[in-house]
């Protein structure tokens, strides 16, 4: 292998992804001196683990990085092993009589929503899996006061499962938890949890008809709270997002709109919060370009959000994906749709790799005669698992 060329390429790749040289280093578990020789062709890139571990760092495949195809794995960035492992855990937390878990182990939430908001499910899924075998091995022995944290923790920890779970594409990883989060959280009684356990039930079963119904009961739920309780608010609000979104899916225009329109006003109280749901006013503009592409209206959609008012990666990330179909709604506007789609990208690899909505833009694009010999967008394809 040339090192002058491979180390351009991580060098590149680098750049694109906005590291810094001590970043990458750190992610990739290597020091900063040595990922600088290899950019600068002084060390060669000959191991495999090397190479798999500085792609990993980049979330491109190894083909990508050393420009030899061959050694490409494209597709989900989690591996089957670690979906398998979190089926596990998911068994254990529904059934915890089946599991001989470690209680031991750490429950640390935040790093649950720390990847999340990444889009890191590479790192999230065994973190999930973990968390659940340990929470399931505790709801044996846990007894006082201890109960009301662990609950906490239940509510929490199955919420996450359930968003990983759809964005990922396994449903059946989904209503079990769900179920169980919504018990926890009744037991709480706590508004704030009960928000949480509510939205990650109508996540579960948002692909199904009676979905309405089980947001409609959650926003029941919570209304009572929305003066008093900001998170009860910041959930309130999302139960009309996710509502508004499966109407537009299912046609319903005005109900749509009624939802958004509720969710605004409650933004316009709540300002911008950086709690799990980032609700607020640029997030509610977020989800109307969402509903305006499920509607396929797209094209009408405005241009003027500041998607950087939002912390979270996936809901950024979330944003250009939608931008790029509402833009592929409308004639000759290909280029502002891969650029969007590019964007996205850059802000979350792993959320490009398995939306749903990305893909069929990516299918969409390629077909495209001009663009379906582009390089640079049969690369992002490929990453995403599209093959010819």
Not at 80 to 86: M, P, T, V, W
Not at 289 to 305: F, K, S
Not at 353 to 381: M, N, V
Request: aromatic share 4%; glycine share 10%.
């Amino acid at each position: 292998m040339n090192s002058d060329h491979a180390g351009a390429r991580l060098r590149r790749w680098r750049l694109r992804r906005g590291l810094t040289q001590r970043v990458l280093a750190e992610l990739a578990g290597f020091s900063q001196g040595y990922v600088a020789q290899i950019e600068s062709g002084l060390a060669p890139l000959e191991r495999r683990a090397t190479r798999e571990a500085l792609a990993q760092a980049l979330q491109i495949s190894v083909g990508e990085l050393t420009g030899r195809p061959g050694e490409d794995h494209p597709g989900s960035p989690v591996s089957a092993e670690a979906i398998e492992r979190l089926r596990s855990g998911v068994i254990a937390m529904a059934v915890p009589e089946v599991t001989a878990g470690d209680e031991g182990g750490d429950v640390d939430t935040t790093v649950l929503d720390r990847y999340f908001e990444a889009c890191r499910y590479d790192l999230l899924v065994p973190a999930l899996a973990e968390m659940l075998t340990v929470l399931a091995a505790r709801s044996r022995t846990v007894t006082g006061r201890a109960k009301r944290l662990h609950r906490r923790r239940i509510v929490e920890v199955c919420h996450s499962t359930v968003c990983t779970g759809v964005q990922l594409g396994h449903p059946d990883l989904t209503l079990a938890v769900a179920g169980v989060g919504m018990r926890a959280a009744e037991e709480l009684g706590e508004p704030e949890y009960l928000g949480l356990a509510s939205y990650a039930r109508i996540r579960a079963v948002s692909a199904t008809p009676g979905a309405g119904r089980v947001a409609d009961d959650g926003i029941d739920r919570l209304s009572p709270y929305v003066g008093a309780d900001p998170a009860a608010a910041s959930a309130y609000g999302m139960h009309h997002l996710i509502s508004a979104e499966m109407a537009a899916r299912s046609g319903r225009s005005a109900v749509a709109w009624a939802h958004l329109e509720e969710a605004a006003a409650v933004a316009a109280h709540t300002g911008e919060r950086h709690d799990r749901f980032n609700f607020g006013p640029t997030n509610v503009g977020m989800w109307r370009l969402a509903v305006l592409v499920a509607l396929g209206e797209g094209r009408a959609a405005p241009r003027d959000l500041c998607p950087e008012a939002v912390s979270s990666a996936h809901r950024r990330s979330s944003y250009f994906i939608d931008l790029c179909r509402a833009l592929l709604q409308g004639r000759g506007r290909e280029d502002e749709a891969a650029g969007a789609l590019y964007r996205a990208e850059t802000i979350a690899p792993q959320q490009v790799a398995t939306s749903p909505g990305a893909r069929e833009a990516l299918r969409l694009l390629l077909s495209r005669p001009r663009f379906g010999r582009d390089s640079r967008l049969r690369g992002l394809a490929g990453r995403a698992g599209i093959r010819d």
